[in-house]
Each structure stands twice: as C-alpha cells, then as structure tokens.
C-alpha cells in the first residue's frame, strides 16, 4: 500500500476522535492501535492527532493545506471500512 507513505504529500494533519470505552469507537481504537506506527513511519513529519473523550462519536478529519478540513463519521465502519475512508482523503 504505497499510498500510505504518501500521506504527508496531500495531508497537513491526520486526526482521530473517539471514546475509550464505546463499543462504537472499538473498530476506529483498533484501527489506530494497528496502524498508528506504521503510519508515523511512513510520514514523520506528518502530525497525527488521537484525541480520547466519554461519549465521543467515532470521527476522521484531515486538514488540507490553506486550513480546509474534511470528516467523516466512523460509527458502523470497519477497519476496512475506515482504511478506505483515509486513502479517499489521501487522493484528494
């Protein structure tokens, strides 16, 4: 998946929201705890945010250059799901 190491190209900030303890937000923790390292090492420059709050909604948001941000809500996604859903914004 070369794509993931071109992140940092089209991404100014990766950043995931989600609740320590909801089963909604357990794929979007899985997905983080997977792929979190390897994302860091491909981009390392590129600052990937993990913000954990009680009762927060599973969320994706990237931020483009000129401040232009862009989400998506992970409530029912998969990890599949959501890795999709990154490498959409990663093309954009």
Avoid: H
């Amino acid at each position: 998946m070369a794509w993931r190491g071109q992140l940092s190209k089209n991404l100014r900030e990766l950043r995931f929201l989600f609740c320590q303890s909801s089963p909604a937000s357990s794929p979007a923790r899985s997905f983080v705890e997977k792929n979190y390292k390897e994302l860091k090492t491909l981009n390392p420059k590129l600052p990937i945010l993990i913000r954990e709050c009680r009762d927060t909604e599973p969320q994706l948001w990237v931020r483009y250059d000129f401040g232009v941000e862009k989400g998506i809500r992970l409530d029912g996604l998969s990890e599949e799901q959501i890795l999709k859903a990154l490498k959409e914004f990663a093309k954009l």
